[in-house]
């Protein structure tokens, strides 16, 4: 359930409240009765309890402890997992509303702990049952504190649901969410937050010559689209576009190169790259950010048929460079090659990939990161990886070095699309480097995308990893 965020002037007495304070003020300026304050300090000290709940009866009153951290980002990353906590507590007691009192005078705490609480809530309930549903009762989150304003709290809430829309698109089944459905619900987004959108059709993509995307959808019975949204407001700070290029593939059987065991299990989540631009999107247009945005989707799924391409195939991405397939499963690489040539026609100032693609960057990071590597300068990726510890999704720059290009040379084409036993997300990168003449960076989310286990507000399932990133870039530009 989405959760309505508000600040508030007045902390009521006989309402649900969760105070946020240090060991320091935790008994002494709060409203407890001298009971109340006897029995905190004790869990305090003799438990080393960080959150204690008191049963008013008529309500509930909690006081956090915020535990004391150098680093501002490990801070908040910590009032967010806290807030994890709290919402599964109020859930579990059937409370529907609580006020998040700002005792230490932070707001940067109480939005974080807000934010916690709301993305801790989702759930995805489209096909159980009615009387199985069980939907979380959290609805309302108030925020008492003189450090937050009713901006920062409208910016959050559109983080939130941008991140929330991408959780969406990965966690719907593969039978609903074709490439063309989700095209479609790409088109209902823009309408709600006000980015525009262009649908090539099948007939258009082939006129582009995207041999790429055309080869991975030869197996497929539904059609593939490649989808342009774009966000560009009158005045906006940069001259040159951003350009957002999110792979889209809907669902990955692995093709020919089949997957094994319980390999294909997740892989509706293969297109959790587009939904993140999607949710980026939504949320760049949504605030009405200052900065112009374009984001370059394909999608298509995976699948095998009798017309399906194989290993030994030799295919002509849309800038005439010929690729050796020597794996049906590398083909996210294949398809983002045709976004990225696209993506040389606006000039852009800085081109940011984000894919699923190799499990040599789950092995590398695991859940905890994105894998990121790229041709852009240190000033914008100091930038990049400030916003990712902002908001806790964090970027492992990997070694770009030219001995990797040598891994993916092809004796009969001009590369091929996988490079061997080592290092393989960062070939995946240098292979997606041929296609690009501008500033660029490659976020491998293929890790923290989709989680088989719950991680507190991450939750379990889609994560929206990206998402939230994007925003904070992006708001500090147009800012």
Known sequence: MNISIHKVVAVSNKKNSIYLCNNKNATSVLPFSTAEK?????????????????????????????????????LLESCRK????LCAMLNELKETSVTIVDTNNNGEEALAFAEGMALAN????????????????????????????????????IMIAGTIAARDLVNETPAVLTATKFSKEMTRLGKEAGFTLDIFTKSKIESLKMGGLLAVNKGSNEPPTFNVLE??????KNKKPYVLVGKGVVYDTGGYNIKVGVGMETMK?????????????????????????????????????GKAYVAGDVITISNGKTVEVLNTDAEGRLILADALVYAQKYKPELVIDLATLTGAAVAAVGPYGIVAMGTADEKTKNKLKESGNNVYERLAEMPFWEEYDELIKSDIAEIKNIGGPYAGAITAGKFLQHFVDYPWMHFDIAGPAFLSTKDSYRGKGGTGYGVRLLFDFFKKISN
Request: a positive charge; aromatic letters at 6%.
């Open 122 to 157: 989702y759930q995805f309930l489209q096909y159980k049952m009615q009387k199985t549903r069980n939907p979380n009762s959290l609805n309302k989150i108030n925020i008492h504190s003189n450090k937050v304003n009713n901006g920062a709290i409208n910016e959050l809430q």
């Open 231 to 236: 966000w560009k407001p009158k005045n906006a």
């Open 269 to 305: 989540c293969d297109m959790a790259g587009g939904a993140a631009v999607t949710g980026a999107l939504f949320t760049i247009a949504k605030a009405k950010l200052n900065v112009h945005v374009i984001g370059l989707i394909p999608a298509t799924d995976n699948r095998i048929d």
């Open 38 to 74: 006897t029995y905190i300090k004790q869990e305090i000290e003799k438990k080393e309890k960080k959150l204690i709940g008191i049963n008013r009866f008529t309500h509930r009153v909690f006081l956090q402890v915020v535990e004391e951290k150098k680093e501002t980002h490990l």
């Open 82 to 85: 806290s807030g994890a906590v």
